[in-house]
Nanobody
Framework: QVQPVESGGGLVQAGDSQTLTCENS????????MAWFRQAPGKAREFVAG????????YYADSVKDRFTILRDNARNTVDLQMHNLKPEDTAVYYC????????????????WGQGTQVTVSS
């Protein structure tokens, strides 16, 4: 299965934009729907955005809809999360994972969580 490595986080100001990248090793990356999740301090990990195997369709949490865009490049084995109009409540560690398309939970057989990438949005 895929082994994700997340990057692109950092400190930004409210209203800024930022793009996160999830690079995946392992074979058959294009066989999996993928998603971004995030975990804020003291909170449970939550779904952010998901994308199907081909990259043609996506779905989002209500809190990020119209601000975030998820994209994938199967030739590069990457999944990007473009974030616009960032808010302090977007501050979290962001992770990517395999999902069943349409689900807001990671796939039951996905256990290869990466280190994540920290996004901090100052007000």
């Amino acid at each position: 299965q895929v082994q994700p490595v997340e990057s692109g986080g950092g400190l930004v100001q409210a209203g800024d934009s930022q793009t996160l990248t999830c690079e995946n090793s392992g074979r058959f990356f294009s066989s999996y729907a993928m998603a971004w999740f995030r975990q804020a301090p003291g909170k449970a990990r939550e779904f952010v955005a998901g994308i199907n195997r081909s990259g043609m369709t996506a779905y989002y949490a209500d809190s990020v809809k119209d601000r975030f865009t998820i994209l994938r490049d199967n030739a590069r084995n990457t999944v990007d999360l473009q974030m616009h109009n960032l808010k302090p409540e977007d501050t979290a560690v962001y992770y990517c994972a395999v999902v069943v398309y349409g689900s807001k939970q990671p796939s039951a057989d996905f256990h290869s969580w990466g280190q994540g990438t920290q996004v901090t949005v100052s007000s």
